[in-house]
């Protein structure tokens, strides 16, 4: 494996990539194929046919031996469907190897065995994969072979799209356009492009795999359904920044080597704040490749995780008691010539651009705040938005000191005449230089925060894609600035216009603006006071998708269609039903299976240990023996009950054919009776001697990586 200085020479090696396709391609192709990348507009089928030869050559001097088309349907993981280059045999039975203009922008695949929530029945089976070459292909190397990848869109016969990336590239599309109207007003005649760069912050947990493979409730659902806490937790935040340990970094340098050479920058690596979590963190890209790359992101970490004896666990939640995982949406809006439209400068106060574009972000996040927390909901979230570790459920914008000064002077006296500055940061040492501080501190506990010169939505759950977060941001900004720049381009007096929009923007969302901490209590009270939506669950969190406002604003802007959008809803509580009944099917099984057998064993064995002693010493005290029978029998019992009840309540929620009603009831009737398996089951653990417990335990599994 190469080494560490080798960044330059193995980046990107493993993609088609401009430099790529400017050797392989005729110049007039290549110019043409940029501008349709740039502009957005329609590829030729001359040019794919030629497209296509050249990246099948490339691919094939690459040692690939099939093709696929990757896409993104509704279940947030990728998909593919591998086929070979080869065509046909010759005269002289060698194999023709193929790979047809065609082949590359158009892919079949079966639609109707992919969520569709309606939108396709068994028998319609029919759906397209769509070449997106603003996301590059790339070659994909593991124990298959080579594959070549080619990021597609994923859309049924009659042109509904049943993926996350036709409507992440739409709303794209959007925000650039209403965008452009902003800054044009501004006197901008050069920028040609606004696109959203988007930076994941992923996180994760890495355990053992052989223990891993011990834990059923890992395998079929990614947490644990059982588990007492360790002696030890996080609450020494010793985990947090501390030093890698070799195995962890021996699989962190190989992640990064393979990211690297799929052109993924992979960038901040370190310690996260439960024992065994991660995080990793690539360079912030065009929105649409972001999303892209971090599905590699997690798919690499899944896969170089095995090859090391370790499991990867992306899910929100692996571990009640200690931190969840998530990641942070960090969003801004830049132009293709490099003005990045958030980015405040030294005086905000006097960047009437950037005010305007914080009213209007202001705006749109208070409007919609409903749709943004229904796009970071998923069923892994559920354990972990406000929880006290992650943002809590109510949205709100933390825009710092700074900000919010002006704020404070636009909409108190109409005028806004000075920006706070961070000043000198002293350290008080002689020999340690002083530096500039930031104007604002950071704030851990908000669910969407300004950090500089980009909002960062701290909702979005590890395991999920970030297209949906993302679709909405964009389309919400691109609302927000359609509306201000209808009201600009009408105004006689631009200057008096646009000061007064601002003042009122902030007048009408300020109530979205919220500096404190989101953990405490008093602000869900708060919150409540100010109107503020505090949707606790996803199943609560669905019916945003399909109000009046939902379909009126991704309507307009040709994002979703109404169909879509309840077709999406549809799908949702579907996944919400099927992921409950899982977790729920599986702590029946391992309570029946492993922990009842085992602890039952165990009492026998403590009884048949008592009449030993009472034979050997008749006057010996068994007190202990006696309340170690008595107390786990009374611990096993309350098991039995709930098992029981767990059967039942999961039985009568599958019944329900209404998918939204099903949700709900998974929700309130399921969810609640597998607390009440799990209490006594964890209780049990800490009573039991370790030889009999079927299963790793917490600190097993956290703390001997
Ligand atoms: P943190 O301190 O929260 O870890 P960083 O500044 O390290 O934040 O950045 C986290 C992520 O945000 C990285 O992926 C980074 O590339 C990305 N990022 C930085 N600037 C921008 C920007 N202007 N727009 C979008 N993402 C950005
Ligand atoms: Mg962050």
Do not use: K, M
């Given at each position: 494996m190469p080494g560490k200085n080798m960044i330059d020479e193995i980046f990107g090696c493993d993609v088609f990539s401009r430099k790529v396709m400017r050797e392989r391609l005729p110049e007039d192709v290549y110019k043409k194929l940029i501008k349709t990348i740039e502009d957005g507009t329609e590829l030729k089928p001359e040019i794919a046919g030629i497209v296509a030869e050249a990246m099948k050559n490339w691919a094939v001097e690459h040692g690939a031996t099939h093709f696929t088309h990757w896409f993104q349907p509704l279940t947030g993981v990728t998909a593919e469907k591998h086929d070979s280059f080869i065509s046909g045999v010759d005269d002289d039975g060698q194999a023709i190897l193929k790979f047809s203009g065609k082949e590359l922008i158009k892919g079949e695949a079966d639609a109707s065995s992919f969520p569709s929530g309606g939108l396709r029945a068994t028998f319609e089976a029919r759906g397209y994969t769509a070449w997106d070459c603003t996301s590059p292909a790339f070659l994909r190397e593991d124990a298959i072979g080579v594959t070549l990848c080619i990021p597609t869109a994923f859309c049924s016969y009659t042109g509904d799209a049943l993926d996350k990336k036709t409507p992440l590239l739409k709303s794209m599309q959007a925000v650039n356009d209403q965008a452009l109207r902003l800054i044009r007003l501004f006197g901008n005649t050069t920028s040609k492009r606004v696109t959203a760069q988007v930076g994941p912050e992923q996180e994760y947990f890495l355990i053992d795999k052989e223990k891993y493979l011990k834990r059923k409730d890992l395998i079929y659902t990614g947490r644990t359904l059982f588990g007492a806490n360790p002696a030890k937790g996080q609450e020494l935040d010793d985990h947090y920044y501390g030093p890698i340990r070799e195995r962890v970094g021996a699989f962190m340098d190989e992640v990064n080597h393979e990211l690297w050479k799929l052109g993924v920058t992979a960038t901040t690596q370190h310690n996260e704040a439960a024992p065994a979590q991660h995080e990793l963190a690539p360079i912030y890209a065009e929105c649409n490749l972001a999303v892209d790359h971090n599905q590699i992101i997690m798919e690499t970490l899944k896969k170089v995780a095995n090859r090391h004896g370790l499991a990867c666990l992306l899910h929100e939640k692996p571990f009640a008691g200690v931190n969840g995982s998530g990641k942070h949406n960090n969003w801004s809006l830049s132009t293709d010539d490099g003005i990045n439209l958030m980015s405040p400068g030294e005086t905000p106060h006097e960047n009437i651009q950037f005010l305007l574009i914080l009213a209007c972000m202001l705006s749109a996040v208070d409007k919609h705040a409903d749709l943004l927390r229904m796009s970071a909901a998923n069923v892994g979230n559920e354990q972990r938005l406000g929880g006290y570790e992650a943002p809590p459920a109510v949205i709100s914008v933390f825009v710092g000191e700074q900000l919010e000064d002006v704020i404070e002077q636009l909409t108190s006296t109409g005028e806004a005449t000075h920006s706070k500055q961070g000043g000198v940061f002293t350290t008080g040492v002689r020999n340690l230089p002083d530096f500039d501080k930031d104007a604002t501190d950071r704030n851990r506990?908000?669910?969407?925060?300004?950090?500089g010169n980009k909002f960062e939505f701290r909702m979005v759950g590890s395991s999920d894609s970030i297209s949906s977060a993302n679709t909405t941001l964009n389309t919400i900004a691109a609302e927000a600035f359609r509306d201000a720049a209808d009201e600009l381009e009408k105004a006689e007096d631009f200057n008096l216009c646009v000061h007064d929009l601002i003042k009122r923007l902030l007048r009408e969302h300020r109530r979205i603006v919220f500096n404190g901490n989101g953990y405490a209590k008093e602000w869900e009270e708060e919150a409540e006071r100010r109107g503020l939506p505090n949707i606790k669950s996803m199943v609560d969190a669905i019916p945003a998708l399909v109000t009046e406002k939902s379909k009126k604003l991704f309507g307009e802007f040709g994002v979703f269609t109404e169909r879509e959008l309840e077709s999406r809803a549809e799908v949702e509580y579907d996944i919400y039903s099927k992921a409950i009944n899982i977790e729920a099917k599986s702590m029946v099984n391992i309570a029946g299976k492993q922990i009842i057998p085992a602890v039952s064993e165990y009492i026998g064995a403590v009884a048949g240990n008592m009449n030993e002693i009472r034979k050997a010493c008749p006057l010996a005290d068994v007190t202990v023996q006696t309340k170690l029978i008595e107390r786990c029998s009374e611990l096993l019992t309350q098991m039995y009950e709930a098992r029981e009840e767990l059967i039942a309540a999961r039985k009568e929620a599958k019944k329900l054919t209404d998918s939204k009603e099903r949700a709900n009831a998974y929700h309130s009737k399921v969810v609640p009776v597998m607390e009440k398996l799990r209490t006594p089951a964890d209780k049990l653990e800490m009573i039991v001697d370790k030889k009999y417990w079927p299963m790793p335990s917490y600190g097993d599994l956290m703390f001997e990586v």
């Open positions: 506990t908000s669910p969407f925060a300004f950090t």
